[in-house]
């Protein structure tokens, strides 16, 4: 039973517009909401996060927006560039665990 | 401050053979837990260590253990190798076990291949 899943494997987007990526949860239970961006060969970075207490946080670019009563969070790059290139995950995690739920990710490509 | 370190970066095994994989946290970092990538499963958590002692741990067979030093390095122990253990293998590592931020720093992986 997937709790986190991210619906779209991949997404291009051209240089400049805005990027969305989107991913949905199962499990009320969760409180806590990141996303990673991931290079090839690279371990997952941490991009921003947002608590279950807040609809929205913005990081420059990037702003995530969460709807708990549909269970579904969405990640804005704007605007996005070509450095943007690389694999999102979406990640849960409940209380004070550590332990992360991924989404299987979403490949964006940023054309220049 | 250096990173997430991880040894082996890439490891060839075979079936039924054993694996250890090291991990050496960033400086002052006490929460260090692993996930296994793979093409199919995605990021699967493995296990936490917090002051050398198991916190959490996921839905994987007793053949994958762990373990936490005094200095807050880890190693996972993986026995019996089956072809499905082949994956990447992330640790990351956390500053705080109380307050959860959530944010963890992941090192660079090691690659298994069990053939």
């Known amino acids: 039973d997937q709790q986190v899943k991210q619906n779209s494997p991949s997404l291009s987007v051209q240089e400049g517009r805005i990027s969305i990526l989107n991913c949905d949860y199962t499990?009320?239970?969760?409180?806590?909401f990141l996303w990673y961006k991931k290079y090839p060969a690279e371990g997952p970075t941490f991009l921003i996060s947002i608590s279950s207490i807040k609809d929205k946080n913005e990081d420059g670019r990037f702003t995530v927006f969460l709807n708990k009563s549909a269970k579904h969070l969405s990640l804005h790059i704007v605007p996005s560039q070509p450095g943007d290139s690389a694999v999102y995950f979406c990640?849960?995690?409940?209380?004070?665990?550590?332990?992360?739920?991924f989404g299987s990710g979403t490949q964006l490509t940023v054309l220049p | 401050k250096a990173g997430v370190t991880q040894t082996p970066r890439y490891l060839i095994k075979t079936r039924g053979q054993q694996v250890t994989l090291s991990c050496s946290p960033i400086?002052?970092?006490?929460?260090v837990s692993w996930y296994q990538q793979t093409p199919g499963q995605g990021l699967q958590f493995l296990f936490e260590?917090?002051?050398?002692?198991?916190?959490n741990k996921g839905n994987f067979p007793g053949r994958f253990s762990g373990r936490q030093f005094s200095n807050s390095r880890s190693e996972m122990n993986v026995s019996t190798l089956e072809l499905g253990d082949s994956a990447l293998y992330l640790c990351a590592s956390s500053p705080d076990s109380g307050l959860n931020t959530g944010e963890l720093f992941f090192g660079e992986g090691s690659r298994l291949t069990v053939l």
């Open positions: 400086s002052g970092h006490r929460s």
């Open positions: 499990n009320s239970m969760f409180d806590y």
């Open positions: 990640a849960a995690s409940q209380g004070s665990a550590r332990q992360l739920t």
């Open positions: 260590y917090f002051s050398e002692t198991q916190r």
